[in-house]
């Protein structure tokens, strides 16, 4: 039990719940609840948020592993007065912990931030109990006769209340106890420790116990060698860091598939954990592998508990990830852009996946999904339409965002093939034959994805072919970045655990852990902070993929579970000039790492530009869930009550919004609904029918935003993934392996959905097929031309700009939504059914051109309307009257 008596909390959470809210103080309103001992209320304020829920109110959080399911009756609030409450059960802090966060969801899924002003709030999520102290203790081994606590209660300090123990249960005594600041506090051991080894402090007395984690001495080991297996002058050293290990043995081999090495070399440990070997020759193309000894511990993963041969995580060539490495010599980078890399402010980022974008280009069978498939130029459909490389380039962005290329985990093929050939959901979803991915588990970063090089080439070759697709694009001044996952890897992804190098090489310092297992949404968590060298390989990847194939940023994954400083360092490491941004959402499931202001991190205190999901939402609606066309695609789709955020959004003006490229806008991106099904015409399916002016009015709106953009690769042509019926089904291989499947709401595993259906550019619409593909992808064209053009030079800026930058035009129907931006660009956008009218506009005078309406798009030449409806008179108030859905651009000359 807690403060209160179980009936006494009864009584007050019946009579909180059925009288009415304004029953709660003001502080448990602002705060989002209101805790009665055994029972806590959320409390979801209406005038406090000034939004008025019209169905349903639920909160979602840690406690729920932020479960976005609108519909669990269990955490959804009841409304009474202008407050929406639910009251649950949480006697001895059973469901909801101290200092655990959470938000509330309104309606449609909409996920409302904190207030203004409100005292409980990270992350930029709300706080229960966020100043609630509760005994616990922390404590690291710093060396062999030191040991560091941090104690939360009342702490004593005679050495005879606290005992060390080893991991088999042998206790060794404590000498001496002294205080450094009022919760840290010096432990000496009585005896030798072997600080590489599992022991455990206990204070009897508070009835606490922790394991002593390897922190101390982690966060101060580092070393500058180069790792891996590196050539330089006919000599090869080979480098891999396992500080904990009592030996690593090196194997040599001839071939692939060689179970015997035609050498075994026992490696030297210098004092910073680097195991190593200096051989005098030349190892091109020679394969190697390692096995790791060590203490047969908890948390150990060393040959004498797991005995396994593992890989080099620093390996250039890896075949496939399972098996060996090869060692390679460097290679020779992609020329740099002749131009420069695009300034982050003049971005048009352009987001595809190898495999997607080539399986169906008319190439020969041995490219076919691979990156030579990327590069081929002169291809065209039965239409005679561009198609492939050209297609691209001639698309008119400026930057290709590859998705993961890094060596990623593919289930074997043997096994995968056995269990799935004659599975008719496998089958029609492209999948019998193979364990299609996207990417996002990766097994080696410095090697390149093997299945993506040509058919028949030796493993290695797939390097040049990477760095030539680099030079293909540079050629055409298109910069190129990578999707990197550094946030976790394949070791423990699909309810499977493998021990290729970093669960051997050292769980407890690659990863974060608990009680010396994995934590994290997604089987893992790389750690990089307290970790140096995880730090360095999170930062020489990336410096890598810029010396050795010239690539110019990168989208990193997860980004919110890699820590703020070392975003920084990898920021100042690789030179500002690089274009770098990634998702700020999804928290770390540690909670030493969310309680560090200065590792956990958010959009407002992003060391990146972040996805700028509050513009994206405003604009086309959530991604969790399509149920309701007129709440579920954003205010160009219906969802009128907007318009104040497409606003905000428009000019950068969030209340993270530090300038213009803080964020990087968006629509869509590879997770979850395409664009052309969120505006499917039925069932929100948009292979066969697409609501293409409200299509556009979003298009619109992303495009004539301030900062960068990031376009979803297929969107110009309204690529749909509905192939992929929106259902959940479970797989399992023969050997065991989980397969899950999502449908079209998160279709990473599913080949036909995610394909460039090429037949469909240059198509008008048909029997059967609504859809004009041609003019939709000449709009985006165009867009894209505008946009780089100087009248775009509007949107691309970096500062902040002022209030009045954005002039916006409000009529009282909120469907309509007007702007003039920086006295050059003039836009007029109605989303509704109805036609309507602009009233009382006054332009700065001059002549001006109109460049787009819903149909078409040119800034060069300008458009014509019928009868000239649309021509404007300067310097005097005007009505403009506007078709229903329907979009104008003009531009003053």
Known sequence: ???????????????????????????????????????????????????????????????????????????????????WMLTIDNADFGKIKPNTEFKFRVDDGAWIDPADGIDNVRNGNLVFMIERITKSLRAELRSDRLIWAEIQGDRVLVPSEYKIFDSKGKEIKVAGVLPNESRSTLIVPAEELDKRRVY??????????????????????????????????????????????????????????DENAYETIEMAQDKDGVWETIIPENLHGIYYDFTVHGAVEKGNNFYESIPV????????VSDNTFGKGRIWERTTPASP??????????????????????DQLPVSDDIKGRFPAMIKSGLKNDRGEKIGFDYLVDLGINTVHLMPVQEYLHFPDEDWKASFKDDPYMIEQGISEENYQWGYRTSHAFAVESKYRTKGKEPGEERDEFRDLVQAFHDKDIAVIIDIVPNHTHEDMASKTFYHHFNVLDKQYYYRTKDYEHIGAYGNEVKTEDRPMTQRWLIEQCQYYINEF??????????????????KALKDALGHDKIIYGEAWIASNDPNYENNPDWDWYKEDAPITFFQDDSRGAYKG???????????????????????????????????????????????????????????????????????????????????????????????????????????????????????????????????????????????????????????????????????????????????????????FTPESTTMLGYLVDEKVFVLLNAGQE??????????????????????????????????????????????????TSVYIWVKQ
């Open 1 to 83: 039990m807690r403060t209160l008596s179980m009936s006494l909390a009864i009584l007050l959470c019946t009579f909180a719940t059925n009288v009415f809210a304004q029953s709660f103080t003001g502080p448990q309103k602002t705060q989002g609840y209101a805790d009665f001992g055994d029972k806590i209320t959320f409390i979801f304020d209406e005038a406090l948020y000034g939004i008025k829920p019209q169905e349903k109110v639920t909160v979602t959080g840690e406690f729920r592993g932020w479960d976005a399911d609108m519909d669990n009756q269990e955490w959804q609030l009841k409304k009474t007065g202008e407050a």
């Open 200 to 257: 455990y402090l206990e204070i009897p007395a508070l009835g606490l116990r922790a394991e002593c984690s390897y922190d101390g001495w982690f966060r101060e080991l580092y070393s500058t060698k180069e790792l891996g297996a590196n050539i330089d002058n006919d000599t090869t050293a080979i480098r891999i860091f396992s500080p904990r290990a009592d030996l690593v043995k090196l194997y040599l081999y001839k071939g692939r598939y």
């Open 309 to 316: 041969h593992i890989s080099d995580p620093y390996t250039r």
């Open 337 to 358: 852009l002749k131009n420069g890399i695009p300034a982050m402010e003049d971005v048009i980022s352009y987001e595809v996946h190898v495999q997607d974008f080539t």
């Open 550 to 567: 010239g690539i110019d940023g990168f989208r990193i994954d997860l980004a919110g579970q890699i820590d703020e400083q070392t975003l």
């Open 622 to 808: 959530p991604v969790f869930e399509l149920k309701d066309k007129a709440k579920h695609r954003g205010w160009a789709g219906g969802k009128f009550d907007e318009r104040d955020n497409v606003m905000l959004g428009l000019a950068a003006k969030f209340k993270d919004d530090k300038t213009p490229n803080s964020g990087i806008t968006y629509l869509d991106i590879h997770d979850n609904f395409a664009l052309a099904d969120q505006f499917g015409s039925k069932d929100f399916d948009g292979r066969y029918g697409v609501d293409q002016d409200e299509y556009k009015i979003a298009t619109t709106l992303m495009y004539t935003t301030l900062g960068p953009i990031v376009t979803h690769g297929g969107s110009e042509i309204m690529r749909s993934k509905a192939h992929a019926p929106l259902m959940e089904v479970e797989k399992e291989t023969k050997e065991g392996y989980k397969v899950y499947m999502h449908g079209f709401r998160d279709s990473y595993n599913h080949r036909i959905a995610n394909q460039f259906v090429w037949s469909q550019v240059g198509q008008k619409p048909q029997e059967g097929n609504t859809n004009d593909y041609a003019n939709m992808h000449a709009y985006w064209k165009g867009m894209n031309e505008f946009r780089l053009s100087e009248y775009g030079e509007v949107f691309r800026v970096a500062d902040a700009v002022s209030d009045d930058y954005y002039q916006f």
């Open 835 to 884: 036609a309507g009218t602009f009233e009382n506009i006054t332009l700065p005078e001059g002549k001006w051109k109109l460049i787009a309406n819903t149909k078409e798009i040119d800034h060069k030449k300008g458009i014509r309307d019928s009868k000239d409806k649309m021509k404007l008179k300067t310097g005097q108030a005007i009505n403009i009257d506007v078709e229903p």
